[in-house]
């Protein structure tokens, strides 16, 4: 298991088709309706309160085991005992690690219906849930009993902030690539010594296609902010963010990086960096440079690829839309 996208599927089908004790099939089912919330293509921000009510209904049931024969933190036993479909039923893996998985799936919603979906697993998770949790052995246990999450609520507040600034640079560029000023931040930003005109009209096309492509998917729903946790503790949680373009579902992985700079409140790198993996993600950019390269349009880095590269992208909208310091276009442009 390598993405969100191939354990979320495994946790619609799970839920889908697999049977839980009674009481708790029948709150999947009718009380809190979770099957709603598991879109195909992304989760159903029309039923995200489903998560909710399964996080209160798992640990109010905690928190009652505690008070009577439970041992540990009590969350082991009630997502254990929530997965026997019977006293023989021993088949509890799949079943345990789709509830744990989905307690930590959060709808993050802004005002004016910016939402984003946001997976903080357990700190403690070095893989995949479906890797981590198993059955019922002890170690799944214990897997079952860790709540201290990568992500923090402030931070996915933090998040929902960077991923609404991003939307509005997106609306911006697009009104001001219609200008002088637009086009002036296209030359500065793609056309190196050797471009034509022919170039500066491909961009201009580019570039209002992409930032439509984009602020379209800032505003979907159907964005998603996970941990990646076999890239954080592999030396990965130092950088700002990846994404997988080959998978199915929309997602971006935000490492350390990405969390330390929205935490100092730096929004304009938390946009950027937005901005930058999702060109990854829905136009198929590619890393040419970085900032600290130099994004200069040039010889070694001439139009072909400049429009190519995600960094270029990033940089050129939070230049156009103003967020970016003469000293740091300065730095960059170098």
Request: aromatic share 8%; charged share 30%; glycine share 8%.
């Given at each position: 298991?390598?993405n969100?996208?191939?354990?979320?599927?495994?946790?619609?089908?799970?839920?889908?088709?697999?049977?839980?004790?009674?009481?708790?099939?029948?709150?999947?089912?009718?009380?809190?309706?979770?099957?709603?919330?598991?879109?195909?293509?992304?989760?159903?921000?029309?039923?995200?309160?489903?998560?909710?009510?399964?996080?209160?209904?798992?640990?109010?049931?905690?928190?009652?085991?505690?008070?009577?024969?439970?041992?540990?933190?009590?969350?082991?036993?009630?997502?254990?005992?929530?997965?026997?479909?019977?006293?023989?039923?021993?088949?509890?893996?799949?079943?345990?690690?789709?509830?744990?998985?989905?307690?930590?799936?959060?709808?993050?919603?802004?005002?004016?219906?910016?939402?984003?979906?946001?997976?903080?697993p357990?700190?403690?998770?070095?893989?995949?849930?479906?890797?981590e949790?198993?059955?019922?052995?002890?170690?799944?246990?214990?897997?079952?009993?860790?709540?201290?999450?990568?992500y923090?609520?402030?931070?996915?507040?933090?998040?929902?902030?960077?991923?609404?600034?991003?939307?509005?640079?997106?609306?911006?560029?697009?009104?001001?690539?219609?200008?002088?000023?637009?086009?002036?931040?296209?030359?500065?930003?793609?056309?190196?010594?050797?471009?034509?005109?022919?170039?500066?009209?491909?961009?201009?096309?580019?570039?209002?296609?992409?930032?439509?492509?984009?602020?379209?998917?800032?505003?979907?729903?159907?964005?998603?902010?996970?941990?990646?946790p076999?890239?954080?503790?592999?030396?990965?949680?130092?950088?700002?963010?990846?994404?997988?373009?080959?998978?199915?579902m929309?997602?971006?992985?935000?490492?350390?990086?990405?969390?330390?700079?929205?935490?100092?409140?730096?929004?304009?790198?938390?946009?950027?960096?937005?901005?930058?993996?999702?060109?990854?993600?829905?136009?198929?950019?590619?890393?040419?440079?970085?900032?600290?390269?130099?994004?200069?349009?040039?010889?070694?880095?001439?139009?072909?690829?400049?429009?190519?590269?995600?960094d270029?992208?990033?940089?050129?909208?939070?230049?156009l839309?103003?967020?970016?310091?003469?000293?740091?276009?300065?730095?960059?442009?170098?």
């Amino acid at each position: 298991m390598g993405n969100f996208s191939e354990a979320y599927s495994r946790v619609r089908t799970t839920i889908q088709t697999k049977k839980y004790a009674k009481e708790w099939q029948d709150f999947i089912d009718t009380e809190a309706k979770l099957k709603l919330v598991l879109g195909v293509d992304a989760p159903d921000v029309n039923h995200g309160e489903a998560l909710d009510k399964l996080r209160a209904k798992l640990d109010k049931s905690a928190k009652k085991g505690l008070l009577t024969a439970f041992t540990g933190n009590g969350l082991d036993e009630v997502i254990l005992n929530a997965c026997k479909e019977s006293a023989s039923d021993l088949k509890l893996g799949e079943k345990a690690a789709s509830l744990k998985m989905l307690k930590h799936l959060y709808l993050q919603r802004k005002v004016g219906n910016q939402d984003i979906w946001i997976y903080s697993p357990p700190k403690a998770y070095k893989k995949w849930v479906f890797q981590e949790v198993q059955g019922d052995d002890k170690p799944s246990k214990n897997k079952l009993t860790q709540e201290r999450e990568v992500y923090s609520a402030s931070e996915r507040r933090v998040m929902c902030d960077a991923l609404q600034e991003a939307a509005a640079w997106c609306q911006k560029v697009g009104i001001r690539l219609n200008g002088a000023e637009g086009e002036e931040a296209v030359r500065r930003w793609f056309l190196d010594s050797a471009a034509t005109a022919q170039n500066l009209t491909q961009a201009l096309d580019s570039l209002r296609a992409g930032f439509k492509t984009l602020d379209t998917a800032c505003r979907s729903g159907q964005l998603i902010f996970s941990d990646e946790p076999g890239d954080r503790n592999s030396g990965g949680w130092k950088d700002w963010a990846f994404v997988y373009k080959s998978e199915a579902m929309k997602v971006l992985y935000l490492q350390g990086a990405f969390i330390k700079a929205g935490n100092s409140g730096n929004k304009t790198m938390c946009a950027l960096t937005i901005i930058h993996e999702l060109t990854h993600k829905l136009l198929g950019t590619n890393d040419h440079r970085y900032d600290y390269d130099g994004l200069k349009p040039s010889a070694t880095l001439p139009f072909a690829k400049a429009i190519d590269n995600a960094d270029s992208w990033g940089y050129f909208a939070a230049d156009l839309v103003g967020m970016l310091s003469d000293s740091d276009r300065k730095r960059v442009l170098s």
